[in-house]
């Protein structure tokens, strides 16, 4: 009974039982801000990859976060991650190509203190440029947000592509399965954590 359960809670008959319904009460409302935070940076994310804006993408990590760059690695630190965004895409979208990077089915769990949330969600991307050949992805991801200094930033960030399939046959008519690029940006801008 009490805050989160539905119920009213028990009447308050001392100081102390006050003291602790406003603190589970205060812990019930952090755990709830966290959830929404870690789902609207999973969103934020999202939506900032599809238009390629990659100074907005970094700003929502976290100072020391993390983001594995497919088929290259991890890159460590929000300015790392920025630049590798950069550099892996260096030209702009072009007017012509439409991608949707949408992460769905969120499972988040929020730590007991609500100052951290783990992330896991699926990717449903589908793309391409116009009357030409389109994609579709899948992939899981698995990321952390934290609070930091009063505001919530993605603190890591993995994608698991599951698979990948043009989107003329789709995905129940790939017969091979699917092999990594070459990123020639690993020689000039290695990783922090390889592959």
Do not use: C
Not at 4 to 20: C, E
Not at 50 to 55: G, L, R, S, V, Y
Not at 124 to 130: D, K
Not at 178 to 188: H, L, S
């Amino acid at each position: 009974m009490g805050p989160g359960s539905g119920r009213p809670p028990p009447p308050v008959k001392s100081a102390a039982a006050l003291a602790s319904l406003l603190d589970a009460t205060e812990l019930s409302v952090k755990r709830s801000e966290a959830y929404h935070a870690a789902e609207n940076l999973a969103t934020a994310y999202g939506y900032y990859i599809d238009e390629f804006a990659w100074d907005e993408t970094a700003d929502i990590f976290s100072r020391n976060g993390f983001k594995e760059l497919s088929y290259v690695g991890a890159y460590v630190g929000r300015e790392r991650i920025r630049e590798s965004l950069k550099r892996r895409y260096p030209n702009p979208k072009s007017p012509d190509f439409l991608t949707i990077h949408q992460v769905v089915q969120p499972v988040i769990h929020v730590s007991a203190d609500g100052r951290s949330a783990k992330i896991r969600g699926r990717l449903f991307q589908l793309g391409g440029p116009a009357k030409g050949e389109g994609s579709w992805i899948s992939g899981i991801y698995e990321n952390t947000a934290v609070d930091e200094d009063g505001t919530w930033k993605l603190s890591g960030m993995d994608l698991d592509y599951i698979w990948t399939a043009p989107s003329r046959g789709g995905w129940a008519r790939v017969t091979t399965p699917p092999t990594a690029p070459q990123v020639a940006m690993t020689k000039e801008f290695p990783p922090d954590r390889p592959l």
